[in-house]
Nanobody, 125 residues
Framework: QVQLVESGGGLVQAGGSLRLSCAASGRTTFGSYAMGWFRQAPGKEREFVAGISWSGGNTYYADSVKGRFTISRDNAKNTVYLQMNSLKPEDTAVYYC?????????????????WGQGTQVTVSS
């Protein structure tokens, strides 16, 4: 029904940048939906990173990434982006995009209906 595919992950040195993309396809892409980015490091719980409303006018960020990460979306392309700057080793994780059938984003993973497969981001010291 809905498929989300992340891309853009990789290995980067501390202080570097990456831009993640999440391409959405399926029936829900023709309706209203909010998007979020989450991440999960080995041995840790999945945590909220950033969220964006359908219009793009409302964004949310985890305290740990404020000022460094920027979430954006291009609804015409059915794509959501996460620009990550000033990366730190503690940002190392698998990053997932998720979709919620609502205009507004939330911070709880349980509020999202669809998930991508994830893309690995590794930040070296």
């Amino acid at each position: 029904q809905v498929q989300l595919v992340e891309s853009g992950g990789g290995l980067v040195q501390a202080g570097g940048s990456l831009r993640l993309s999440c391409a959405a396809s399926g029936r829900t892409t023709f309706g209203s939906y909010a998007m979020g980015w989450f991440r999960q490091a080995p041995g840790k719980e999945r945590e909220f990173v950033a969220g964006i409303s359908w219009s793009g006018g409302n964004t949310y960020y985890a305290d740990s990434v404020k000022g460094r990460f920027t979430i954006s979306r291009d609804n015409a392309k059915n794509t959501v982006y996460l620009q990550m700057n000033s990366l730190k080793p503690e940002d190392t994780a698998v990053y997932y995009c998720a979709q919620r059938a609502s205009l507004l984003a939330t911070m709880g993973p349980e509020e999202y209906d669809y998930w991508g497969q994830g893309t690995q981001v590794t930040v070296s010291s």
